[in-house]
């Protein structure tokens, strides 16, 4: 059989409009795929000094306003902070604003014991007992620390209101107090006597790590929408452009019959 009489496979070929069309179409492709990206990708600006802190899994949603009776947000026993410290309330300020819970500092070296030393265990203890004496709601966080003049030891110890626990879970406390023991630990990374400036970078950094997973679904919605219209202009395009080939193979096959005659 000759090459002219061998059945030929019908490949439409794009016009000028169809190429256009999808040019458009993978350009707008690109541009969702990058924002998508981009917006998912956002959460990951940790620092490198903060490598070691545990990064939240957790996905969580701000507190209403109205489980929080809002109070002050330190009791200073300490000379930390002073009145009115804006540099501390900045920090603490964050964390309210992201997480819906308010954070309060207690700072003292005295909890009302012989014990010179108390121990991690007494300090939480007492704790939960301030908390009942300060807090008429569940939407608080206490952070207690205590400083032992003597022996310039520093202890500390959480208490989360029962509504507040909704966001500031067990994970959430972990990552706080990894972030208070490394600015502890690390105190010379701040000036002499900025421990106000230590305890805003505590509490806004924690808020960012535990805040940092958003619901994406909106996204996802508006993502596979877009996809899917995208793919129906391009299989419509495409079935128009196979419906002419057919018809233009079909009459091209019937001038040849006639012509053959």
Request: negative net charge; glycine residues 6%; proline residues 2%.
């Amino acid at each position: 059989m000759s090459g002219e009489n061998r059945k030929k496979r019908f490949l439409p070929e794009l016009s000028d409009r169809q190429s256009l069309w999808f040019w458009i179409v993978l350009a707008a492709a690109l541009v969702v795929v990058t924002a998508f990206f981009a917006v998912s990708c956002s959460r990951n600006d940790f620092t490198a000094e903060d490598s070691a802190i545990p990064r939240s899994l957790v996905r969580r949603t701000r507190l209403p306003e109205n489980a929080v009776t809002e109070t002050g947000f330190y009791t200073d026993h300490l000379d930390w902070l002073g009145k009115n410290n804006e540099t501390a309330l900045k920090g603490l300020r964050y964390f309210y604003k992201q997480t819906g819970v308010q954070p309060y500092v207690f700072l003292t070296n005295n909890l009302g014991l012989e014990a010179d030393q108390p121990d991690r265990e007494t300090l939480q203890q007492y704790a939960e007992e301030l908390y009942d004496g300060l807090f008429q709601d569940g939407g608080h966080l206490l952070l207690v620390i205590y400083e032992n003049r003597r022996s310039g030891e520093t202890l500390y110890g959480s208490v989360v209101g029962k509504a507040a626990a909704a966001v500031v879970d067990e994970e959430a406390v972990t990552i706080l107090e990894a972030y208070l023991d490394t600015a502890l630990r690390d105190g010379q990374h701040y000036p002499q006597g900025s421990r106000d400036e230590m305890l805003s970078d505590v509490f806004e950094k924690t808020a960012r790590n535990i805040m940092s997973i958003k619901d994406r679904t909106g996204w996802i919605v508006v993502l596979v929408l877009l996809v899917t219209l995208m793919l129906a202009v391009t299989a419509v395009d495409f079935g128009k452009a196979w419906k002419a080939g057919k018809e233009r193979e079909a009459k091209e096959k019937q001038e040849k019959s006639a012509a053959g005659r």
